[in-house]
C-alpha cells in the first residue's frame, strides 16, 4: 500500500548501541523529515532532506546520522545511543516544501 | 524566529460542547499554518491548513480555525465535542525555509 512506513515501531537497546530507525515512503515525495517527539516539546526537528543525496540540520541534530542515496528511504542514525535520545521518532514526507507533511506511525526508543 | 504558543496543556469539555483550543503564533506572519492531531499511538494526521487564501479554514472532523493577523493567533474550534474527538492537537507554523515549527501541544478531554 502507498504511504510512509517506519521501522522497527518498538526499540529497546543500551547506551553506547548504534541503532538505525528506517524510513520509507511510496509516494516519491522529495522532501522526508525525521523529528522526535518527548513531552512538554512538541516535535523537534532532527534533519530533513529536500532530495536524494540532500540533507540538513534542524532544531537538535547532534548524535545522529542520516542518508538518502534513494529518493523512497531516509534511514536515521544514532551512532553511540545515550539515554537522552530515549523519545518516540517520527519520519514524515512533502510533495514540495510549502506542502503539508504526511507521517509515519512512529518508532518508541527505549535507551537504557 | 518563528515561535508558536498553544494555551493550555489539557482542555476539558463536555460531549456536545463547544470545543475551542488556543493558538497564537510570533509576530511575523507565516507563510503556512496547520494544525494537525495525534490520537493515542498514532501518528500525526493533518486537520487543516491555513494558506492565506481564506482566514477561515474549514478541516476534517467538523474541525475548522480562523487566521486572525491582528490578533496572531489561529484558534481551533468545533462546535460540538465527540468522544472520538480526544485526542491531541498541535498547531504548528512553517517558516520561510519550509521548516515546521511545533507547539507543545494541547490535550483535549472529552467528558461524558
Known amino acids: 500500500d502507498a504511504g510512509i512506513t517506519q521501522s522497527p515501531r518498538y526499540k529497546i537497546t543500551e547506551t553506547g548501541r548504534q541503532v538505525t530507525l528506517m524510513c520509507h515512503q511510496t509516494w516519491s515525495h522529495s522532501y522526508m523529515f525525521w523529528y522526535r517527539q518527548d513531552l512538554g516539546h512538541g516535535l523537534r526537528l532532527i534533519y530533513y532532506?529536500?532530495?536524494?543525496?540532500?540533507?540538513d540540520k534542524g532544531e537538535v541534530p547532534d548524535g545522529y546520522v542520516v542518508s538518502r542515496s534513494k529518493t523512497e528511504n531516509f534511514p536515521l542514525t544514532l551512532e553511540s545511543a545515550t539515554r537522552s535520545q530515549t523519545s518516540v521518532y517520527f519520519c514524515?514526507?512533502?510533495?514540495?516544501?510549502?506542502?503539508?507533511?504526511?507521517f509515519g506511525d512512529g518508532t518508541r526508543l527505549s535507551i537504557l | 524566529a518563528q515561535s508558536v504558543t498553544q494555551l493550555g496543556s489539557h482542555v476539558s469539555v463536555s460531549e456536545g460542547a463547544l470545543v475551542l483550543l488556543r493558538c497564537n503564533y510570533s509576530?511575523?506572519?507565516?507563510?503556512?499554518l496547520f494544525w494537525y492531531v495525534q490520537y493515542p499511538n498514532q501518528g500525526l494526521q493533518l486537520l487543516l491548513k491555513?494558506?492565506?487564501?481564506a482566514t477561515l479554514v474549514k478541516g476534517i472532523n467538523g474541525f475548522e480555525a480562523e487566521f486572525k493577523k491582528s490578533e496572531t493567533s489561529f484558534h481551533l474550534t468545533k462546535p460540538s465535542a465527540h468522544m472520538s474527538d480526544a485526542a491531541e492537537y498541535f498547531c504548528?507554523?512553517?517558516?520561510?525555509?519550509?521548516?515546521?515549527?511545533w507547539g507543545a501541544g494541547t490535550k483535549l478531554i472529552i467528558k461524558p
Open positions: 532532506s529536500a532530495a536524494a543525496d540532500i540533507t
Open positions: 491555513y494558506t492565506s487564501a
Open positions: 504548528v507554523v512553517m517558516d520561510s525555509n519550509y521548516q515546521l515549527i
Open positions: 514524515a514526507s512533502s510533495e514540495e516544501g510549502g506542502q503539508p507533511q504526511h
Open positions: 509576530s511575523s506572519v507565516p507563510p503556512y
